[in-house]
């Protein structure tokens, strides 16, 4: 094949973009997820600890 | 079209504009699209790289086309899309079409890179050099730096709301620069060739080369439909992150439950 390296270049950035745009929104899809995930945790301790405080 | 089925059709439609339903139907298709667009541009690829005959003037170099090409009509198609959901979240203050608006950006972004890149790669061996201020190449790379620029903006502002509206206004003024690259080679003395390929009339290459590059050309819209999808899902949790709905989807107990 003549000028394979430029063709093989070109194919791997072609290849490693992609890659990225697949990874990238599944990346933020898990952090969106994570993030409600904390905040439903930290709104779940809050309720708790006030039920605590009306026990005493 | 009968009026029931128009009305299911409208119906339809509108409920998709509600973030829960429009999360399930991302969910749903989202993978179907990354899928099928990765087997279209696999058949496209092996007939790009292993049937197609080389070119007798440009050689093997000329396969980078099967990337380049694709890549190069999806970067201006994206941007008009990205536009048309922008003019949409504007007039008539569609929150689904902000975010589809936005989610458009980093996928243009990265064809319009592979463009650049591979056109590049392509120069080097054919023009003797990686880069010429071109007007083809130069408007390419304004295009790029729009794309950052609505991507910019949108993350700059912290009201979401606001931020999509100030990108997709830099989105439909950007759109005026389309026409410039589409006709670059014909205004300009251009280093650049012409254009080779039309969807309508006949392409001045070789009908035995062509059709990898219409796998590619579909592979590529079908794989930026799933990024597109996936981009906007992302994108339409995180502003509706204090919902119940999304902390029921996150598979957590709810505010009430722990009560």
Redesign the interface.
């Known amino acids: 094949m003549s000028y394979r390296d430029y063709v093989i270049a070109a194919y791997a950035v072609f290849a490693a973009i992609m890659l990225w745009d697949y990874l990238a929104p599944k990346l933020q899809l898990r952090a969106a997820l994570h993030a409600v995930r904390q905040r439903a945790a930290r709104s779940a301790n809050r309720v708790r600890a006030t039920n605590t405080e009306l026990e005493r | 079209m009968n009026s029931s089925a128009k009305n299911r059709l409208v119906r339809w439609f509108h409920q998709l504009g509600s973030p829960p339903t429009f999360d399930r139907f991302a969910a749903r298709w989202t993978p179907w699209a990354?899928l099928l667009g990765l087997l279209t541009m696999g058949i496209g690829?092996y007939g790009a790289?292993f049937q197609v005959p080389?070119d007798y003037q440009q050689?093997?170099?000329f396969?980078?086309l099967y990337?380049?090409v694709p890549?190069a009509w999806m970067s201006m198609a994206v941007f008009a899309l990205m536009a048309f959901y922008a003019a949409i979240a504007l007039i008539w203050r569609i929150k689904l079409c902000e975010i589809l608006a936005m989610a458009c950006a980093?996928?243009g972004a990265?064809f319009t890179?592979?463009t650049l890149?591979?056109g590049s790669?392509?120069g080097?061996?054919m023009w003797g050099t990686w880069w010429d201020w071109d007007p083809r190449l130069t408007t390419e790379l304004i295009l790029l730096f729009l794309y950052l620029g609505v991507m910019g903006l949108y993350a700059a502002i912290d009201d979401r709301r606001n931020a999509a509206r100030a990108a997709g206004l830099l989105a439909i003024v950007g759109v005026a620069l389309l026409p410039v690259i589409r006709w670059s080679v014909v205004w300009w003395n251009s280093l650049h060739q012409g254009q080779t390929i039309r969807l309508l009339g006949e392409s001045s290459m070789d009908a035995s080369m062509i059709a990898p590059l219409w796998w590619m050309v579909v592979g590529t819209h079908l794989?930026f439909v799933g990024?597109l999808l996936?981009?906007a899902?992302?994108?339409n949790?995180?502003r509706e992150?204090?919902k119940d709905w999304?902390?029921k989807?996150?598979?957590?107990?709810?505010?009430e439950q722990?009560?």
């Open positions: 990354y690829l790289l080389a050689g093997d170099s396969r980078i990337i380049h890549s980093p996928s990265a890179l592979i890149a591979t790669i392509w080097k061996p794989w990024s996936a981009r899902r992302a994108d949790l995180r992150a204090g999304v902390g989807l996150a598979g957590h107990e709810s505010l722990a009560r």
